[in-house]
């Protein structure tokens, strides 16, 4: 067994961590809900369009896109306001915290995300996983590439303990 301190963990927010399938669902929702079916199928239509383009999710980038057809309508601005004060919180896997606690005792966690850096910095500060304990989070653009050279980053990353 390793030393506690010296081993790392990787874990990813969405869909581990968080249910992701959730924040879907409850987007649809209430875009149907503000702007009827047909505007909701846009949306989601655009939203499509960019992660095919991007390669992740972005949320506000497709509301941007989908602002720019519907550029007179001032309750946009209440869509972006849902996907930032969105109740992240509400919707971890109830053991969540407890498995990062329980492998804080084996080593270090490193929380990945990959996507936009504005709504998934947003959603990592409000489930207190920035600053929390050993973890580190790290928000990038495709984190299956970047796994790939990680671990030329790990020697970059201050791990709690290993001064």
Known sequence: MKAAGKMVFLLTIDNTLL???RIVADLGDHFAYEFGEESRDRYWEIFEALRIE???????GALQRYRVGAMNDPRLLLMSAF???YPFAEILYPVALDVIAYLHRWGSTIILSDGDVVSH???AQRLGFVGRGRSRVLIYLHKEQMLLNF???LSNIEIAGDR
Not at 54 to 60: E, M, P, R
């Open 19 to 21: 249910d992701s399938d």
């Open 54 to 60: 991007l390669g992740y999710a972005d949320y506000l």
């Open 83 to 85: 996907l930032m004060d």
């Open 121 to 123: 910095l947003c959603k």
């Open 151 to 153: 671990d030329l980053h």
